[in-house]
């Protein structure tokens, strides 16, 4: 087990995704701090031994909170070893369409403001601790390119792409690492909203296989590169994608 006895934060932890990653980092011999905005949403864990997994409820836009959620995490496992920004919210919907403060603020809060809450409680408390770290974040392939009625979540996960860089660069002459996942078109309640709109099986072909990913295939990911198995790979992105942006939408099948 590549994680065995590392501590890992996990926001976004109720969501497809977050629930994969951590399945995985379990199976992998991780602790884990689960983290979401509702405590209700997770209960989910709660058959996980206590001793395995403890959840706590956070607002990543606060970052008093973010900072109280990595000291728990430190303090109940004895230090931390992995945060994984994870929680993340879309929106489709047409840029003249938007209302400035309804459409825009909430998306870049949570996506933008979580994540930067998330690489800065972490980087301090590895410093404090004196050890070396890694911190994840999620981005998105929408971080790389343009797409319509998702002006703010594009612009947002761009700036998690950028904090990435920036953080791994001032963190690691601490021995921290910071990198980045890029998923494309994965089956999860977030994307469901596409089905609504009558464009499932439009955005089931932008993939190179036509197929979406499974949450469990980005965890598959997260748990390499969180691992010192990918102790190289710092300061970038990595697309788990099918290819989505390296292509255009097929004019034939």
Known sequence: MRLNNKTAVVTGAAGGIGQAII?????????????????DALKVFQDIPADKLVTFAVDVTDFKQVEAMVKHAADTFGQLDIMINNAGIGLAKP???????????????????????????????FRDQGTK???MNTSSVY??????????????????DMM?????LEFAPI???VCAIAPGRVDTPMLRQYEALGLWEHIRKEQMRNTFTQPSEIADVVAFLVSDEANCINGCTVNASDGFENFKYPLLG
Do not use: W
Not at 23 to 39: C, H, I, M, P, W
Not at 143 to 160: D, G, I, L, R
Not at 164 to 168: E, H, I, L, P, Q
């Open 23 to 39: 399945q995985k980092l379990l199976t992998e011999g991780a602790r884990v701090v689960a983290a979401d905005l509702s405590a």
């Open 95 to 125: 840029l003249l369409d938007h209302d400035p403060v309804g459409d825009f603020d909430p998306v870049t809060n949570v996506n933008q403001k979580g994540v930067y809450h998330g690489i800065v409680a972490a980087g301090r408390q």
């Open 133 to 135: 770290g890694v911190i």
């Open 143 to 160: 971080a790389q390119m343009a797409a319509e009625m998702t002006f703010t979540y594009n612009v947002s996960k761009a700036a998690v």
């Open 164 to 168: 990435t860089k920036c953080a791994a």
């Open 175 to 177: 021995g921290v690492r």
